[in-house]
């Protein structure tokens, strides 16, 4: 459908898949949720698409806010040192908070992440990931939706960037090994 075929090898979860893993989450949510208040907090700038599908599944009534952070450092690992590029606009005191990812690679992101919430005093702080890749079992971190356990392979596609591209791909692929060897 888009022309980013060559850049791409293999489709691993396709648009109809991650619509219908989408819809199963949501009704998780609503049930667990239920007369409770709920924000939601998208890690920017990944998890807009997750957000976007997940906030119209849910039947619940819902806040929405955002964050973005960084890594300190120039790789293109993640370092575990955070730092805050944009902060969220609610005060989370007592709301119930449930952190909208794309991915959790190596978990450092979200571990610091869900610390930082934490000491707002939450009422509670819950994390939803469309994507967990394997390493995420390496960190001590409580996910309580996951969308699909993946391979630890290079993926692009409904978030995920490389160097800023294939976000707006509507399924999740792995990226031909030409384009990053270049
Ligand atoms: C990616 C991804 C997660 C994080 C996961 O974001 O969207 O937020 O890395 O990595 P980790 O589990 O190893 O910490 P990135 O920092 O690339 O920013 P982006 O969302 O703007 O792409
Ligand atoms: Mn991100
Ligand atoms: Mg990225």
């Known amino acids: 459908a888009k022309d980013m075929g060559?850049?791409?090898?293999?489709?691993?979860?396709?648009?109809?898949?991650?619509?219908?893993?989408?819809?199963?989450?949501?009704?998780?949510i609503d049930a667990d949720y239920a007369g409770k208040d709920l924000l939601l907090v998208g890690v920017l700038k990944g998890a807009v698409m997750v957000m976007a599908d997940l906030a119209r599944e849910l039947h619940h009534p819902?806040?929405?806010?955002?964050?973005?952070?960084?890594?300190?450092?120039?790789g293109t690992t993640s370092s575990g040192v955070v730092r805050i590029l944009k902060d969220l606009d609610t005060d989370i005191q007592g709301r119930n908070v449930l952190i909208v990812e794309d991915v959790i690679d190596s978990g450092l992101t979200l571990s610091w992440l869900v610390g930082n919430l934490k000491s707002r005093h939450p009422?509670?702080?819950?994390?939803c990931t469309m994507v967990r890749k394997p390493m995420a079992f390496n960190v001590d971190l409580d996910v309580k939706y996951v969308g699909f356990d993946l391979p630890n392979e290079f993926i692009v596609g409904y978030?995920?960037?490389?160097?800023?591209?294939?976000?707006?791909?509507?399924?999740?692929?792995?990226?031909?090994?030409?384009?990053?060897?270049?």
């Open 159 to 182: 978030g995920l960037d490389y160097a800023e591209k294939y976000r707006n791909l509507p399924f999740i692929a792995t990226l031909a090994p030409h384009v990053y060897d270049d």
């Open 123 to 127: 009422a509670s702080v819950e994390i």
């Open 6 to 28: 060559s850049a791409l090898d293999k489709i691993l979860v396709t648009e109809e898949q991650i619509r219908t893993r989408t819809r199963e989450l949501a009704a998780e």
């Open 62 to 74: 819902c806040e929405m806010d955002w964050m973005a952070v960084s890594s300190y450092g120039a």
